[in-house]
């Protein structure tokens, strides 16, 4: 790695360094808000692989491809000293009428800006030679490395990242879109916009040619947006996954007063594809809200992508026929080709004296890639958690002839150790936690879980009630519902397939939970009663469970009639007109058969009521 | 500074070598939300002090609706849920003393072998100690957790609590995983040069000590001898 000497080598090197940093925050910035920047499938790739690689190893973070869209941008014409200005802008449709779908002209654009990203390098001293100055770009390097690890954690961390994930979430039918602009200038807020948002700058960087800082203003609650995905459009349940197809939609968030305001051009004609903005492709076209921008830019012919024509309002130095060409993406006053190179090949301020380091590929790169690919912005795979973890029961839909919510209560009894509350059986938390590490290592197979992420839905579950949706690497929208293993082991043992509706389990399960939480033995014989068939949804269920399983469970003589008797008091069979037949010892086995169900059945009684009482089976068997 | 959990104490150390700790108090109210909060923590330290190259991961947490940052180094992450692991074991065991997870970056100084000791010194540069407590359920232990205790109440109003427990810890969280942000940006002087590796660039070591009141300090006191430095903590 050769040293620049003087002062215009040691500029030409903070220079790389400050552009490539931009570049990097941008990246950054817009892969954590706009899923539609991301390169899908090959279509939008702006470089080679190699390339690619030697991108990702600037700053030491790996992000995969960059967007064209950061090509698009003219990004080498600009003044690298300006701040870099990105809007992150919430886009929502408003209905006019009852009609859920968008037609052309009857909805009201609205976008609302909800984040706005300040990079930029305040000049310091004069360019200069600054005794050791390698040493003095190492550390900054260093510490630009930093400084970028920890804005992409708060970009996770800051209210927007939750509209984003649902944006990536859902398959199609969301209704609000996130664009982005970049500019060299910052317009000023309004007074409504300064009162809702909140502040945070980064800890700068001091270099000796100036000082490197990002901050960031945003909106602290985006609840008055409403966002939702759109109820027209609700979740396909892929049924070789979930088995039935009966699911309630998500409960929509509670209305409240849309008090946002508007920060750009309020309304704008639609185009024909009016709905496009509300489907998510995903394959990479440009953007989403295709509709919008091009309703005042001159598109630049073609398929142009939305956001570079929106940007040539902005950047006013940026030619448009410059947006395409990628090669430019190289810095063009770039003399010094060898060091470049150099910094294109390996962190600059490696220790070890090779320019290039040849790293073998490290296990997360090539084994986890496809989790990497799923998961930057999109979160790894999120386990179902066992029912028993509570959820509302609010979108659950009792399905009361689903014959595979029995085989899960049953083995409940093995958490509760001695502790009422679920979650607190800390062997059941290591399995979880291991289950969770096969899960996260696991590439895509499909397996989606759906994520609610609801406040209200959150109230009234005890533990990691959520459904998380993920989108399949392949990048189909299937989106199915299964369970991973929970905390309780016994869930790798059940066959995903015989574990129809995870919704139901949990109205089985409220009560449970609320027994546990009262070791009371009236209620527990209160509840016992009750799941014979009175009242709230949960126990209805499980009666259901029951009777289905009765129903079809193997027969001793082919007459649904004593089944239905058998499953209110198995005890009292024998005296059931006909039962003397359910003795014969040709049907032994059988009858074994089904003593060994009614003894589940009493397991699971059991278990919710948490006490025990003898039963008739035991004295009859 | 925001105190995470239900016991407010919290107090920045900061070491005479140019070190941070930070110490904290967090009190969770059950073994998920111990693991969680334990394992954003950790995770979102190690993602900033993990220099080399990473590709990041997210990581959504079941219980809170955080997202935190992993390296998507698939070692760590198995270390690092071995930690926690051994840190329940731990608390299990020892519900009524102070459990700490430590986390410390160290450089490996190549000590002369003498006579007396061919041991590799350690030098500390960066030491965090999270201080975790995880609530037992007064059902079963009751009497005996000296943090604050769940009151459960037959009926809604232990969930009811619970969940308003439990977005008050997410908030908490939340918070210090900012603070957490803002002082791996605030100390980075002290951080040694970055050497030519993937992922994990400097060596660390996650220790949990279970310690009395009395003799926790004497634990670090031992444990800053053994790095070789001569002053202590103020």
Same mark, same amino acid.
């Given at each position: 790695m050769d040293l620049q000497s003087g002062p215009h080598g040691d500029y030409g090197r903070f220079e790389q360094i400050l552009s490539q940093f931009l570049l990097k925050s941008l990246h950054i910035v817009l892969d954590s808000r706009v899923p539609s920047i991301r390169p899908r499938g090959g279509r939008g790739r702006l470089l080679s692989g190699a390339q690619s690689k030697k991108n990702d190893k600037w700053f030491s973070l790996a992000l995969g491809d960059r967007p064209s869209a950061l090509g698009n941008l003219n990004f080498w014409h600009r003044n690298l000293m300006e701040p870099m200005v990105i809007d992150i802008i919430l886009v929502q449709e408003m209905q006019s009428d009852q009609d859920m779908y968008v037609s052309s002209g009857l909805g009201t654009v609205v976008e609302t800006?909800?984040?706005?990203?300040?990079?930029?390098?305040?000049?310091?001293?004069?360019?200069?030679?600054?005794?050791?100055?390698?040493?003095?770009?190492?550390?900054?390097?260093?510490?630009?490395?930093?400084?970028?690890?920890?804005?992409?954690?708060?970009?996770?961390?800051?209210?927007?990242?939750?509209?984003?994930?649902?944006?990536?979430?859902?398959?199609?039918?969301?209704?609000?879109?996130?664009?982005?602009?970049?500019?060299?200038?910052?317009?000023?807020?309004?007074?409504?916009?300064?009162?809702?948002?909140?502040?945070y700058v980064f800890i700068p960087v001091d270099a000796p040619q100036g000082r490197l800082s990002i901050s960031?203003?945003?909106?602290?609650?985006?609840?008055?947006?409403?966002?939702?995905?759109?109820?027209?459009?609700?979740?396909?349940?892929?049924?070789?996954?979930?088995?039935?197809?009966?699911?309630?939609?998500?409960?929509?968030?509670?209305?409240?007063?849309?008090?946002?305001?508007?920060?750009?051009?309020?309304?704008?004609?639609?185009?024909?594809?009016?709905?496009?903005?509300?489907?998510?492709?995903?394959?990479?076209?440009?953007?989403?809200?295709?509709?919008?921008?091009?309703?005042?830019?001159?598109?630049?012919?073609?398929?142009?992508?939305?956001?570079?024509?929106?940007?040539?309002?902005?950047?006013?130095?940026?030619?448009?026929?410059?947006?395409?060409?990628?090669?430019?993406?190289?810095?063009?006053?770039?003399?010094?080709?060898?060091?470049?190179?150099?910094?294109?090949?390996?962190?600059?301020?490696?220790?070890?004296?090779?320019?290039?380091?040849?790293?073998?590929?490290?296990?997360?790169?090539?084994?986890?890639?496809?989790?990497?690919?799923?998961?930057?912005?999109?979160?790894?795979?999120?386990?179902?958690?066992?029912?028993?973890?509570?959820?509302?029961?609010?979108?659950?839909?009792?399905?009361?002839?689903?014959?595979?919510?029995?085989?899960?209560?049953?083995?409940?009894?093995?958490?509760?150790?001695?502790?009422?509350?679920?979650?607190?059986?800390?062997?059941?938390?290591?399995?979880?936690?291991?289950?969770?590490?096969?899960?996260?290592?696991?590439?895509?197979?499909?397996?989606?879980?759906?994520?609610?992420?609801?406040?209200?839905?959150?109230?009234?579950?005890?533990?990691?009630?959520?459904?998380?949706?993920?989108?399949?690497?392949?990048?189909?929208p299937r989106v199915g519902l299964s369970r991973s293993s929970s905390r309780f082991s016994f869930q790798d043992d059940l066959d995903d397939s015989d574990f129809s509706c995870p919704f139901i389990v949990d109205d089985v399960d409220t009560p449970e939970m609320q027994a546990r939480q009262n070791v009371d033995g009236n209620r527990a014989s209160e509840l016992t009663s009750q799941t014979f068939g009175v009242g709230r949804k949960s126990q209805d269920a499980a009666v259901g469970a029951l009777v289905h399983m009765l129903r079809t469970a193997p027969p001793l003589r082919q007459d649904s009639s004593c089944y239905s008797s058998r499953s209110l008091n198995p005890g009292l069979e024998g005296d059931a007109g006909t039962a003397s037949g359910f003795f014969l010892p040709r049907k032994t086995s059988d009858a074994l058969e089904e003593l060994r169900v009614y003894k589940d059945v009493k397991d699971l009684l059991l278990s919710k009521s948490g006490a025990r009482f003898v039963s008739k089976e035991d004295t009859t068997g | 500074m925001v105190a995470m959990g239900f016991d407010a104490g919290r107090r920045l150390v900061v070491g005479a070598w140019g070190g941070v700790g930070l110490e904290g108090d967090w009190t969770t109210a059950g073994w998920g939300e111990g693991v969680e909060v334990a394992g954003g923590i950790l995770h979102t330290i @190690? $993602?900033?002090?993990?220099?080399?190259?990473?590709?990041?991961?997210?990581?959504?947490?079941? @219980? $809170?609706?955080?997202?935190?940052?992993?390296?998507?180094d698939t070692e760590l992450e198995k270390k690092i849920d071995e930690k926690i692991e051994q840190f329940i074991d731990r608390v299990e065991k020892h519900p009524n003393k102070k459990n700490q997870v430590c986390l410390s970056f160290y450089e490996v100084k190549n000590k002369q072998p003498s006579w007396f000791t061919n041991k590799v010194e350690r030098l500390h540069w960066e030491q965090w100690n999270i201080n975790l407590n995880v609530a037992q359920h007064p059902k079963t232990h009751s009497g005996k957790s000296h943090h604050s205790k769940v009151l459960v109440d037959p009926g809604d109003s232990a969930l009811e609590e619970r969940s308003i427990r439990r977005a008050a810890l997410e908030t908490s969280l939340r918070e210090v995983l900012f603070q957490i942000i803002k002082f791996v940006n605030e100390k980075k002087d002290h951080v040694p040069s970055i050497p030519n590796l993937e992922g994990v660039s400097f060596p660390y070591e996650i220790t949990i000590s279970s310690s009395s009141d009395s003799a926790f300090g004497m634990d670090m006191f031992k444990r800053m001898l053994q790095t070789g430095h001569p002053t202590m903590l103020s």
């Open positions: 800006l909800i984040e706005r990203w300040v990079v930029q390098c305040e000049s310091g001293s004069p360019m200069g030679f600054h005794g050791d100055s390698s040493a003095s770009h190492k550390k900054t390097y260093k510490k630009l490395i930093i400084l970028l690890r920890s804005l992409y954690s708060t970009m996770r961390l800051l209210p927007a990242h939750r509209a984003f994930r649902k944006l990536c979430l859902s398959s199609k039918g969301c209704d609000f879109d996130i664009i982005y602009k970049v500019s060299s200038f910052s317009a000023p807020f309004s007074r409504t916009e300064e009162e809702v948002m909140k502040q960031v203003t945003y909106r602290e609650s985006l609840s008055d947006f409403n966002l939702e995905t759109s109820a027209s459009f609700p979740p396909q349940i892929i049924t070789d996954y979930v088995g039935s197809p009966a699911t309630d939609p998500l409960r929509a968030f509670p209305s409240t007063d849309k008090g946002f305001c508007v920060t750009s051009v309020p309304s704008r004609g639609m185009q024909s594809s009016s709905s496009i903005p509300f489907q998510r492709p995903h394959s990479w076209t440009g953007g989403l809200h295709r509709g919008a921008p091009l309703g005042r830019n001159l598109p630049l012919g073609g398929s142009p992508p939305a956001y570079p024509s929106s940007l040539g309002q902005y950047e006013a130095a940026s030619p448009p026929t410059d947006n395409y060409r990628f090669q430019n993406y190289r810095q063009p006053n770039h003399h010094k080709a060898t060091s470049f190179d150099d910094y294109q090949l390996s962190p600059p301020f490696s220790a070890s004296p090779s320019p290039s380091p040849s790293p073998s590929p490290p296990t997360y790169l090539s084994s986890g890639n496809p989790v990497q690919n799923r998961t930057r912005g999109e979160s790894s795979p999120v386990s179902i958690p066992h029912p028993m973890l509570g959820r509302s029961p609010r979108y659950l839909s009792p399905n009361l002839s689903d014959p595979n919510r029995n085989s899960l209560p049953p083995l409940s009894p093995r958490s509760l150790k001695h502790d009422p509350s679920y979650q607190d059986s800390p062997s059941g938390i290591r399995s979880w936690r291991r289950s969770d590490l096969t899960r996260t290592g696991d590439p895509s197979s499909g397996i989606i879980n759906y994520y609610s992420g609801q406040k209200g839905s959150r109230d009234s579950k005890d533990d990691s009630g959520r459904f998380s949706a993920l989108l399949s690497s392949s990048g189909s | @190690l $993602f900033h002090r993990a220099l080399g190259l990473v590709r990041p991961k997210d990581i959504d947490l079941e @219980l $809170f609706e955080i997202t935190y940052v992993q390296c998507g």
